[in-house]
């Protein structure tokens, strides 16, 4: 379903970030004949404002690529929904070459961590007895410590097992107050082997503000701390994982050695991971480079195809048949306008049901005329159907398009009609729930530009 009509391509707002070294080019090198230019500054204000950190953005109708990479490179994850094939091929080979230039730009295939050998000889005892016998997997106890960050495919596993996600972090069992893994002997479900799955409890490394890669202070105070083997040995496994078996090898070779200064790179995805996780716990901007995914296909299957909950609802809707796209049945552009809002309040109702609670939605859109010249009110239909979902609307901007050939099209329409033009777009912000708790859950709003996530 494509995703709004031909426009102009927008002016940037009065004091917008300057183009990052890896975005060169006009940005539209790959994108199919036709498809207009969404306007990035909107997006980067949109997602700093009204998405968490790390959020999950949907958009229904995604038939340009300018949403889903600056939603990515501001450390969120996209998934775009849209008919044309054409289309979505083009927006995929436009995001893998942005990123593969971020990643050529600053060497992101591989980071250099420094390694604090102090905290990594951090002693434990954590064998199988210990942990049934002495230790009891106490790490599990208290909801302080129940601080099981999960990526976002092993969330959704999670829910699928019966258990208690909320942004991102996994609950305590409600009645045991303790972590749900934890098994009847001590020892946790999710790690009772060596093959500790990122993310788990289990991983006791994390990064601090400079880089450096630390135990978890949660570990520290554990009373098997002081008297056992070094942590670098007891989680080996996990260093295995985080860099890789031959970069950890070498990591506790100089640590064996009592080498100072010790550096080494861990792969992005890796390090990608780590800032993510504890972004979860701490309720802060780490901002990774996000994802986009797009799916061809009907966007009012939006909830079979795009299966899940998100953060943030954030697309520019086709303007009715202003402008028809293809001779696709199913394309909505297609249809009267009568029936174009009817499958429209369709896909808005579906979108709605997949926000979270106490998230934002933004629709960018403008009105159109119909055959005989008269405005449809498409603005009050979208916040009807918003409001009729559940959104109430809660925000309401004008987005001041280029003028392009406007003057020239005025003058004709002016001289034959009356009509006056317009150079200007509705930015309409919904909010499902609590606009305060939805406040509290985007924390901080992050300044910055775009170029200073590249760093």
Not at 108 to 116: E, L, P, V
Not at 237 to 253: M, N, Q, T, V, W
Not at 359 to 376: L, N, Q, T
Not at 382 to 391: H, K, L, S
Request: proline content about 4%; some cysteine; charged content about 30%.
């Amino acid at each position: 379903m494509t995703s709004r009509r031909k426009a102009d391509k927008r002016s940037n707002l009065i004091g917008a970030p300057k183009k990052p070294e890896w975005a060169t080019g006009t940005g539209t090198e790959n994108m199919a004949a036709g498809t207009s230019i969404f306007d990035p500054v909107l997006c980067e204000l949109v997602y700093r404002w009204f998405c968490p950190p790390m959020g999950k953005v949907l958009d229904p109708f995604a038939g340009g690529s300018v949403r889903g990479i600056v939603a990515a490179v501001l450390g969120r994850s996209y998934t775009g929904v849209d008919l044309s094939g054409e289309q979505i091929e083009a927006n995929k080979k436009q995001w893998e070459e942005i990123s593969n230039k971020i990643k050529d730009a600053d060497s992101r295939g591989n980071i250099t961590i420094k390694i604090s050998d102090k905290w990594l000889n951090h002693k434990f005892l954590c064998s199988k007895d210990y942990i049934i016998n002495n230790c009891k997997g106490r790490c599990c106890q208290g909801t302080d410590k129940i601080l099981i960050s999960l990526l976002p495919e092993e969330e959704q596993k999670h829910k699928d097992k019966g258990f208690i996600v909320i942004d991102g972090l996994l609950q305590p069992n409600s009645k045991t107050r303790q972590c749900p893994h934890k098994l009847n002997n001590g020892l946790c479900g999710v790690h009772n082997t060596y093959l500790k799955p990122f993310g788990c409890i289990a991983s006791p490394f994390t990064l601090n503000d400079s880089n450096t890669l630390i135990v978890r202070n949660r570990y520290s105070m554990l009373k098997c701390h002081g008297d056992g083997e070094r942590a670098y040995k007891v989680f080996r496994a996990s260093l295995d994982l985080i860099f890789g078996k031959g970069e950890a090898e070498i990591l506790c070779k100089k640590l064996d050695e009592k080498e100072k200064d010790i550096t080494a790179l861990m792969p992005y995805e890796s390090y990608k991971k780590l800032k993510y996780l504890d972004g979860l716990k701490h309720n802060r901007a780490d901002n990774p480079i996000g994802d986009c995914v797009w799916h061809i296909g009907d966007s009012r299957d939006v909830k079979k195809i795009a299966k899940g909950e998100y953060d943030l609802i954030f697309s520019c809707p086709p303007y009715a048949n202003l402008e028809v796209y293809s001779d696709d049945a199913k394309d909505i552009s297609t249809l009267d306008y009568p029936e174009f809002i009817k499958a429209y309040r369709e896909i808005i109702k579906n979108c709605v049901y997949m926000l979270k609670d106490d998230r934002f939605a933004c629709f960018v859109v403008g009105d159109i005329r119909d055959k005989k010249g008269m405005y449809c009110n498409f603005v009050s239909d979208t916040i009807a159907a918003f409001q009729d979902a559940g959104a109430k609307l809660y925000n309401e901007a004008i987005l001041i398009t280029a003028v392009g050939s406007l003057p020239i099209r005025v003058g004709r329409q002016f001289d034959a009609g009356r009509k006056l033009g317009k150079t200007h777009q509705n930015v309409l912000v919904f909010i499902k729930g609590d606009p305060k708790k939805a406040t509290e859950a985007i924390g901080q709003v992050e300044c910055g530009s775009i170029e200073d996530l590249t760093e």
